[in-house]
């Protein structure tokens, strides 16, 4: 079945350290995205790709980074300048065409906490 | 800068009834609004997708307004159970890659 898959489901980070969520998308979509998720919270776009080899910021890009090398691929790193890393992490893709309706589709998504 | 907004945060009511849950916006000038359902621990699943033409859309028991002007979209849920339990969420999409997401309505149907 095609979906967007996202590992590992549990992430714990030391102080100091860097970690990287996996994102792998089989939908042939596009493009993805990638939000944060605080407890009663809505979710808040960190980056997003339109294209392979290409992305951008979003509303609270500091302290992640991110790669486009294959199209079925978004890694999320959460590097040590994040202060604030614990929260529920959410990759997304669609379609992507510039002006395009189609929804979004979610992947289980990953909690990560602070040792 | 567009803002989104669910009330309540949290509903909760006896199994059977019919209910509606409701999203605000800010800013009318929209490309679709969608609303999502999100279960504990787990990704969002998309109900139903409204494009800025369209009034409404309706899937099964689910039925989702829109109304522009007024900056409002309602949720309707028939004949509520059990399973329907979840925090429902409402994202407008308001240019080729904004997507702004409520905070959503955490509901609760009682057996």
């Known amino acids: 079945d095609g979906g967007i898959t996202q590992s590992p489901k549990y992430l714990f980070r030391k102080e100091g350290q860097n970690v990287t969520l996996s994102c792998e998308q089989n939908?042939?979509?596009?493009?993805m995205y990638w939000y944060r998720q605080d407890p009663g919270q809505g979710l808040r776009l960190i980056y997003y790709s339109q294209i392979v080899n290409d992305f951008q910021k979003g509303d609270i890009a500091e302290g992640y980074s991110v790669s486009r090398e294959k199209k079925e691929s978004f890694p999320l790193t959460v590097t040590s300048a994040q202060k604030n890393p614990t929260a529920f992490y959410l990759c997304a893709s669609s379609t992507g065409q510039r002006g395009s309706n189609q929804p979004q589709h979610f992947g289980d998504g990953t909690r990560l906490s602070i040792l | 800068k567009q803002e989104v907004t669910q009330i309540p945060a949290a509903l909760s009511v006896p199994e059977g009834e019919n209910l509606v849950l409701n999203c605000s916006f800010t800013d009318s000038a929209i490309y679709n609004l969608q609303w999502f359902r999100q279960d504990p621990g787990k990704g969002l699943t998309s109900l139903l997708l409204i494009q800025s033409s369209q009034r409404e859309q309706t899937s099964g028991r689910l039925n989702a307004s829109l109304d522009k002007s007024s900056g409002r979209s309602t949720l309707y849920i028939a004949a509520s159970q059990p399973g329907d339990s979840a925090t429902y969420l409402c994202?407008?999409?308001?240019?080729?890659?904004?997507?702004?997401f409520g905070s959503g309505t955490r509901l609760s149907i009682r057996p």
């Open positions: 939908l042939n979509h596009d493009a």
């Open positions: 994202a407008v999409k308001s240019s080729a890659s904004k997507i702004i």
